[in-house]
């Protein structure tokens, strides 16, 4: 068995049942486990997120999240990334780079498993987020400490993490990670995550309960919403919320109710309809609301640069 096949054939099977152990693989293979070593090499350096872990529990697997439906292996597209990991090169890193970036979440490609699904996986932040999400498995697999600076809502704070799991959810890339200041596991959005560092001190590792990733926990519901909004933004609040999200009045107008958990995100969302709302409750926030209508009017009400700062040229 080549090469290029002994990597298909791990791929497959760790796509198709999760784990498997070093033993298990050079016996099934016929070669070595430091040869099974060194394919599980060739595969993380092609781009795939191969994990391996000691212990009694331990084994070869794939970083959480990175779990395609293994139908994609019998799809045109992927039979076509195998065939060319089988056609003789010299190396088949190439080839399983291109394979990588078929599967991969993070990848700017599409995926089709059949004629019926478009499955568009890029990201704005596709550059970065390979590089965060190599150094953080760095971090995890050698149990290595993290500093970076965290972008919130609150502001911007350094914080110290034990970085433990990698979770691709609701469309993002999360780090689960155990906070020093905090003294609690903790999802940290990678998009947030600035300054990223691998300190290099080891750290003992902790018993890890399974990320919370329901939406309330991931958006803790703070302010609960009420709004008017005219007839015509209903496809808007349908593609948003759902068509349960609202109830249509008497004169037509629709009464929308959500809970939100941040309020920038709460006023950038209402200021894309416009004028074609009218904030209902919290009574604070509908008074901060009319503020920040009163302000845009104001810097709106003379033409662009006659304020009396302006010289003319």
Request: proline share 6%; net charge negative.
């Given at each position: 068995?080549?090469?290029?096949?002994?990597?298909?054939?791990?791929?497959?099977?760790?796509?198709?049942?999760?784990?498997?152990?070093?033993?298990?693989?050079?016996?099934?293979?016929?070669?070595?486990?430091?040869?099974?070593?060194?394919?599980?090499?060739?595969?993380?350096?092609?781009?795939?997120?191969?994990?391996?872990?000691?212990?009694?529990?331990?084994?070869?697997?794939?970083?959480?999240?990175f779990q395609p439906n293994p139908d994609l292996l019998a799809s045109p597209r992927m039979q076509a990334a195998l065939e060319l990991a089988r056609?003789?090169?010299t190396t088949p890193a190439r080839s399983f780079r291109r394979l990588a970036q078929t599967?991969?979440?993070?990848?700017?490609?599409?995926?089709?498993?059949?004629?019926?699904?478009?499955?568009?996986?890029?990201?704005?932040?596709?550059?970065?987020?390979?590089?965060?999400?190599?150094?953080?498995?760095?971090?995890?697999e050698g149990s290595l400490l993290i500093r970076f600076t965290y972008c919130a809502p609150s502001g911007e704070s350094v914080f110290r993490v034990e970085p433990y799991r990698l979770v691709f959810h609701l469309s993002s890339w999360y780090l689960w990670g155990f906070c020093l200041a905090r003294q609690e596991f903790h999802l940290f959005k990678l998009n947030r995550i600035e300054e990223l560092r691998v300190t290099g001190n080891l750290y003992q590792k902790r018993l890890a309960p399974p990320p919370?990733?329901?939406?309330?926990?991931?958006?803790?519901?703070?302010?609960?919403?009420?709004?008017?909004?005219?007839?015509?933004?209903?496809?808007?609040?349908?593609?948003?919320?759902?068509?349960?999200s609202f109830r249509t009045q008497t004169d037509g107008r629709l009464l929308f109710s959500a809970d939100f958990s941040d309020k920038s995100d709460l006023f950038g969302w209402l200021l894309t309809f416009g004028g074609r709302f009218e904030l209902l409750q919290p009574e604070e926030l509908r008074a901060e609301m009319a503020w920040i209508g009163c302000s845009i009017q104001e810097n709106h009400a003379e033409p662009a640069g006659s304020g009396e700062g302006d010289e003319s040229l």
């Open positions: 068995m080549t090469k290029s096949d002994r990597l298909i054939h791990i791929l497959a099977l760790l796509l198709r049942q999760g784990k498997a152990t070093a033993p298990q693989l050079a016996q099934e293979l016929g070669v070595s486990r430091r040869t099974i070593g060194r394919d599980v090499d060739a595969l993380c350096q092609a781009g795939f997120p191969v994990m391996t872990a000691q212990g009694q529990n331990g084994g070869i697997s794939l970083m959480e999240g056609s003789g090169e599967l991969h979440p993070a990848a700017s490609q599409y995926l089709t498993p059949d004629d019926t699904f478009l499955i568009d996986f890029s990201s704005l932040y596709q550059d970065t987020l390979a590089r965060k999400i190599e150094e953080l498995r760095t971090a995890i919370a990733l329901t939406p309330e926990k991931i958006f803790p519901p703070r302010y609960p919403v009420q709004v008017l909004f005219t007839p015509d933004c209903r496809w808007r609040l349908v593609e948003d919320f759902g068509r349960d």
